[in-house]
């Protein structure tokens, strides 16, 4: 049968549950707090307040709740400022807190729930509830969640035993559709006898937890019978049975969706291209002439392209330095949702770190900008005329992906126009 247990857990129930272990259990538990409800005619105001409330809204508002009044307010068409100012000091009460706690695991309201439903008649029992549960871990990251579903069940049964019990949980993983796993056994928490964990052998995550509630545990809820409990993170069966390698995304896919390589490649755009029929003619003349050039032992300036238009001159100002560095004709690829430099074309291949360069100072040239180009060591997208799609960008982050392009070109160029 399916219950809903209860969502708030008063803090007591949980030292009942775990005794003297209570305290080290509410470090990870989410407490709650209130603001006071107040009536018109609550201490916090002063007479004179109150006074001019009564002027306000006429006789018969000192029984009146905050709400109440405040319905009475709008139908007088009062405006907002007004009403800030008489209600300041009861808009500017601060939360106290609670010794109220949201469910931090399903077995903090399964206690409560056996000792109801016995009064409906003996064992055996079987239940079970699919809910939202609440962890206070110290970090939301690939393993953990701060909010989760937990699939649990009790079986309350005198007559079953450790080895029908774990029978039962081994069937019942199979039934799911999971087959490579392993039970431990463990230390068992204090509100349990005795305790197993179920892991996934191929990725080592532990996805469910079961075992026999404490006699002691059950005994401060006068229950005395034979208790058993199976707790399953179904995020945790969802990244196993789907082959998720991150909690977060099973939740939160729109925050952390998968970008396929090619999606990525679609993310990064050329900032400055040539786009004159000229301007393209000259970004492939330089092209091949860089490639000419590219060991050339300096100093030199060597004239590489002449017009009607311009003269381009490619410079190597250092004695016995090669014309350009060795990343020079380097490639950028996306690979495995990373954007690296390659010295190899592997991967899906964006641009060679020349060629993306040489494009920036042709459209550069077409728009009459001349002077010196250098370009040092690069050490982002931005270097070599690259721009990246805000949603690729921050799925890189997320996903603590790669954008490794770096390395130095020590390419000088220098472009003057004709008179």
Do not use: C
Request: no cysteine; charged share 30%; hydrophobic share 40%.
């Amino acid at each position: 049968m399916e219950v809903i247990n209860p969502i708030f857990v008063e803090e007591k129930e949980i030292f009942k549950q775990y005794g003297e272990d209570a305290r080290v259990i509410l470090e990870r538990v989410f407490y709650l707090a209130k603001l006071d409800r107040l009536s018109i005619k609550g201490k916090i105001l002063t007479k004179t307040e109150r006074r001019r409330i009564l002027e306000l809204f006429g006789e018969g508002i000192e029984d009146k709740s905050f709400e109440e009044a405040l319905e009475l307010l709008k139908q007088k068409g009062k405006n907002t400022k007004e009403y800030l100012e008489i209600f300041s000091k009861l808009l500017s009460k601060e939360p106290t807190p609670t010794k109220l706690t949201l469910r931090s695991h399903m077995t903090a309201a399964w206690f409560r729930t056996i000792r109801d439903i016995l009064n409906f008649g003996p064992p055996p029992w079987k239940l079970f509830s699919i809910d939202w549960v609440f962890r206070r871990e110290q970090r939301m990251d690939e393993k953990h969640l701060f909010y989760y579903h937990s699939a649990s069940l009790v079986i309350i049964n005198d007559k079953l035993s450790k080895k029908k019990a774990i029978k039962f949980v081994d069937s019942l993983i199979r039934e799911i559709g999971i087959k490579k796993f392993k039970i431990v056994k463990k230390i068992p928490a204090s509100y349990y006898d005795s305790e197993w964990e179920i892991y996934h052998i191929p990725t080592g995550l532990e996805f469910g937890d079961f075992g026999f509630y404490s006699k002691r545990a059950l005994r401060n809820y006068k229950i005395k019978h034979k208790v058993f409990n199976l707790g399953l993170g179904l995020e945790r069966l969802a990244q196993i049975i789907f082959s998720i390698n991150d909690i977060r995304k099973v939740l939160f896919r729109h925050r952390y969706q998968e970008l396929a390589d090619l999606e990525i490649k679609k993310g990064l755009r050329i900032k400055e291209s040539p786009k004159t029929k000229w301007g393209k003619r000259l970004y492939r003349i330089l092209l091949k002439k860089v490639a000419d050039f590219k060991d050339k032992i300096g100093p030199f300036k060597e004239l590489v392209y002449e017009d009607n238009k311009v003269k381009v001159f490619f410079l190597e100002p250092d004695r016995g330095k090669r014309f350009l560095g060795p990343a020079a004709f380097n490639y950028i690829v996306v690979k495995n949702g990373n954007i690296v430099s390659s010295t190899r074309p592997t991967g899906l291949i964006i641009g060679k770190y020349i060629d993306l360069i040489l494009r920036r100072i042709v459209a550069r040239i077409e728009r009459k900008k001349g002077g010196i180009y250098s370009i040092g060591w690069v050490n982002s997208l931005s270097d070599v005329n690259l721009e990246i799609n805000p949603k690729v960008s921050t799925f890189l982050l997320r996903n603590n992906k790669k954008t490794d392009v770096k390395g130095p070109v020590f390419f000088d160029t220098m472009v003057e126009f004709q008179k």
